[in-house]
């Protein structure tokens, strides 16, 4: 099965958890750090990151900024206070969910045992 | 990592204009990742990574991403729109425009139709004016950054659009509102006793709406194509 079914629900926490720590980032250098942190487990496609990013940005989470790189325009996505906000809350949201899966997939499982 | 060579970057450009994207950032955001990736690889792969890249970013899945971004831009216009009127209506601007408010709905009704159709016309001719100076400075910008595209499309911020989008609604509605029942031969609602509360009503918002988009507009053009 693809994990990109598995990835979607969390796209976003995975956007604004690499935008927390990497202040300003651009769409391909985000598919290229998820993949580079997960060995190439994972892989961000173009037609869900985009919408995402969009999405986020008229929520207003993130803000953008243009930029002229060697000749062409790049479009740099940072959290916004409120993306600051939510990044925490998300993050325990989604944290709890994989304590909750690990639960039903393992029953004998502990939170804190490898 | 490598550059692309000018023939290599002419075809990124003619695949990127070949999608019918009238939106800049999201023309210049796809042709961003175009080049991004296929600088990754070296020049025997480009073909191959061009053609993965195009199995992507079909015309269609563009002209969704356009459609939704529109959609999401607007729906953030409107937003970012209210939340500076609002910001107005906050201490120690309140003052001011709480008395600019009331002077209005004071002063309004004792003014003729004439004087009040005139004070309309001068708020919608100095919204044109002001969309227009926005659209011209954001073209300016665009003029600057088009040099990677290649496509016969109008170019144009969604920033632009959205601003003129949240014009555009309550403009519709009052025309509606004032034509309509003149057009199907009921009434011609300026002979109404209501005209006075309808522009009144349009005057204050599409005032305020004015003052809210050139605050968010201040704020966008320091980072955005606009």
């Given amino acids: 099965m693809s994990n990109n079914n598995l990835i979607k629900g969390s796209l ?22 998820v993949k580079e942190l997960t060995e190439g487990e994972i892989k961000i496609t173009e037609g869900a990151l985009y919408p995402a990013l969009h999405k986020l940005e008229a929520e207003g989470l993130l803000t953008t900024e243009i930029q002229q790189v060697d000749n062409r325009v790049r479009k740099y996505y940072s959290l916004t206070k409120n993306g600051q ?26 939170p804190g045992l490898a | ?13 003619l695949a990127v204009g070949q999608k019918d994207i009238g939106v800049i950032e999201l023309l210049a955001e796809i042709y961003d990742h175009y080049v991004s990736h ?68 004071i002063f309004w009704p004792l003014m003729d139709k004439n004087h009040q159709m005139l004070a309309l016309m001068a708020l919608l001719g100095a919204t044109l004016v002001f969309h227009s100076i926005i659209w011209w ?24 659009s959205s601003m003129m989008n ?6 519709s509605i009052f025309s509606l509102l004032v034509t309509s029942p003149k057009i199907l031969g009921f ?11 309808i522009s009144m009503a349009f005057f204050l918002i599409l005032g ?18 606009v």
């Fill in chain 1, 12 to 33: 976003q926490t995975i956007i604004l958890k690499l935008l927390e720590e990497n202040e300003k980032m651009y769409g391909y250098e985000i598919t290229q750090r």
């Fill in chain 1, 85 to 110: 906000k939510e990044v925490s809350a998300k993050m325990s949201e989604l944290q709890s969910f994989v304590g909750n899966l690990q639960r039903i997939l393992d029953p004998e499982w502990k």
């Fill in chain 2, 1 to 13: 990592m490598r550059k692309l060579e000018e023939k290599e970057l002419e075809k990124v450009q």
């Fill in chain 2, 38 to 105: 296929l600088e990754k690889f070296s020049a025997e792969e480009f073909e191959i990574e061009l053609n993965a890249l195009e199995m992507k970013f079909t015309s269609k899945y563009c002209k969704k991403l356009e459609q939704d971004l529109l959609h999401m831009s607007r729906k953030e216009m409107f937003r970012l729109a209210w939340q500076q009127v609002i910001l107005l209506f906050t201490w120690p601007k309140a003052l001011l425009s709480l008395a600019l408010v009331l002077a209005i709905i």
């Fill in chain 2, 137 to 160: 400075h954001s073209h300016q910008k665009i003029k600057t950054f088009k040099n990677f595209y290649k496509g016969d499309n109008l170019l144009i911020s969604v920033h632009i």
């Fill in chain 2, 166 to 171: 949240t014009i555009f609604l309550p403009t």
């Fill in chain 2, 187 to 197: 009434y011609n609602i300026v002979d109404t006793p209501y005209f006075f509360l």
């Fill in chain 2, 208 to 225: 305020l709406l004015n003052i809210g988009i050139f605050q968010v507009w201040k704020i966008k053009s320091k980072t955005a194509l």
